[in-house]
C-alpha cells in the first residue's frame, strides 16, 4: 500500500475530494485519508446541495463567484456523472419588515463586490414562483445562483481523482501531525505512517483535533443541521430557496423530490451520540416552517430524514490557505454548512496554491490566524 | 466498522455480463450492470453505491433491494456479503404526509 505522496489529504469530502482531483490533473502524486468508511461521509453528503452566492459573507463571495462562472457550467462533463447543476436563480424570502431589514443588508453588501442580487416586492416573488403563499412579502432574489446534487458531485471527484492515480483509503483516521526539521511530514494513524511533501488539513469537524497536534488551533464547534427528503411530485420551480432567518432552505430535485434543511434553533445544544443523528423536534419544525411558505406541500409525503454536523467556526466563514508557522501544511475547514457550492473553486484554488504557491482569487481574508480576543 | 480499505486495490476489469439490464432497485428502476458498473468506479460500501446510484432511495427505502444489492457489490469487491455494512435506515419508516409529520406529539401525561 502507497504510503509516500508529494501530497497527503486529510479528509474525503468534496473539499479533499476536489483538491485531489485537480492536482492528479496538473500530474501530482497524491493520497487522500479518509477517517470514516466511506467517501463524502460528512457534510460533502448530507448538505441540502446550494450553489449559492446571495446571502453569503462578502469575504466568501470572490470565490464562490469565480466557481459559478468557471467551474460549475461544465462540471457534469468534466466528472462524468450528472451534477445536476441547475442555474435558476436564489429567492430569500422574507416575511416580515425585520426580515426585508436582514435581507436588503445582506443583498447591499453583496452588490458592493459585484453580485448581480436585488431586492424584489411579494408580487414579483409569485411571478418567479407562483407556489407561495401571500405571507410572503419580499426577496432577495440573485438570478445566478443555483444547486446541484452533493452525492453525485462529491462522489464524481472521487471516481475522476482515483482514475487519474489518486490514492484514496477509507477507514484511516488521522492522530496527529509530525513536524520534521521544520517542515510537515508525516501523517499518522492507528496503522500506518503516512509521509508527505505537503499536507492539507480538509477533515471538517475533525480538523481542530488534528491541526492541535501542531499546535495551531482555529476557533469551530459542532452544530446538527438536519434534512429531509419528499417522494417524488409533480415538477413545480427550479429555484434554490432560502429564507430571511435560515429556518428552512430547499429546492426541488432532477428526481422531483424537494430536498429541505432547517434549524429549529437548538442546533448547537443537541446530544452528540458520536454520529449525528436526527432529534424529534427538528423535521417537524421544518414542515411547519414549509407549509407556511408552500401549502401546496402540505399532502407531500416525507421520505427520509438525516442530519449532519456542520462545523462553526465564530466569524461564520472558513479557513483557508497556507499555515505561516509549518511550511508544507494547508487548512480548508470550518465551512459553516455552506461549504458545498463553493467547493470546486475552493479545490481548484488550493491545488493551483499548493503546485505555484499562487491563486487567481485571494484567499487573504480566509487565512486561519485571523481570530483575535476581544480586546 | 472503520477497517482500513485501500480502494486502488486491483479488483479486476469490468466484465459485461447477459444479465446487466436486470432492474434490481425496482423503485428507482437502477439495473445490475449500473451497480457493477458503479463498483468498478470506486463504491466501494453500500452507502457510498446508495448515494451515487440511489438504490434503495426510492419509497420502500431500500426494503426490497437492499440484499440484493449487497450480494452484487460483495460478488464484484470479491469479499463475503457479511463483510459489507447496510446502508444507514432512515427516520420516517414509512412516508408520511407533511402536515401529520408537523404535528407535534400530544402530551400524554395529562391522561393520567
Known sequence: MKTKAEVVII????????????????????????????????GSSRNGGGVRQSGRDVRELPLVMYGIRNLWPTLSEELEVDCEYHQDGN??????????????????????????????????????????????????????????????????????????????????????????????????????????ENVLV???????????????????????????????????FDQMLGTAEADFYGHQT?????????????????????TPVNSSKTAPCICRGIMKYFPDLANAKIVRTWAGWMDASSDGVPSLGTVDEIPGLYVACAFNGHGFGIAPAIGEQLAKLIVTGKTDVDLGELHYDRYKAKI | MNSVNDRSRDIGPFVPGPDDDMLICRCEEITKGEIRKAVHDGMWTLTEIRRYLRTGMGLCQGQTCSRLVKG?????????????????????????????FANEAPDEREDG
Open chain 1, 11 to 42: 479528509g474525503g469530502g468534496i473539499i479533499g475530494c476536489a483538491t485531489a482531483y485537480y492536482l492528479a490533473k496538473m500530474g501530482i502524486e497524491v493520497i487522500v485519508l479518509e477517517g470514516s468508511d466511506h467517501i463524502g461521509n460528512g
Open chain 1, 91 to 196: 429567492l430569500r424570502l422574507g416575511k416580515t419588515e425585520k426580515h426585508r431589514e436582514i435581507l436588503t443588508r445582506l443583498a447591499d453588501s453583496a452588490r458592493n463586490v459585484g453580485l448581480d442580487v436585488r431586492m424584489i416586492d411579494g408580487d414579483e416573488v409569485r411571478a418567479i414562483n407562483p407556489y407561495l403563499s401571500d405571507e410572503v412579502i419580499c426577496a432577495s432574489w440573485c438570478p445566478t445562483d443555483g444547486h446541484a446534487n452533493p452525492l453525485t458531485t462529491t462522489l464524481g471527484y472521487y471516481k475522476m481523482a482515483r482514475r487519474l492515480g489518486v490514492t484514496f483509503i477509507t477507514g484511516e483516521p488521522v492522530t496527529e501531525l509530525r513536524v520534521i526539521k521544520g517542515k510537515i511530514r508525516q501523517v499518522i494513524t492507528p496503522n500506518h505512517v503516512y509521509e508527505g
Open chain 1, 202 to 236: 480538509a477533515a471538517g469537524l475533525d480538523s481542530r483535533e488534528i491541526l492541535t497536534t501542531v499546535g495551531i488551533d482555529i476557533p469551530m464547534t459542532n452544530s446538527l443541521l438536519e434534512c429531509l427528503v419528499t417522494e417524488a411530485q409533480p415538477h413545480m
Open chain 1, 254 to 274: 432532477k428526481h422531483g423530490s424537494f430536498v429541505f434543511g432547517g434549524s429549529s434553533g437548538l442546533e448547537r445544544y443537541n446530544k452528540d451520540n458520536g
Open chain 2, 72 to 100: 452484487i457489490v460483495a460478488r464484484e469487491l470479491g469479499v463475503s456479503p457479511a463483510e459489507l455494512e447496510p446502508a444507514t435506515s432512515r427516520v420516517p419508516m414509512r412516508p408520511i404526509e407533511m402536515k401529520i
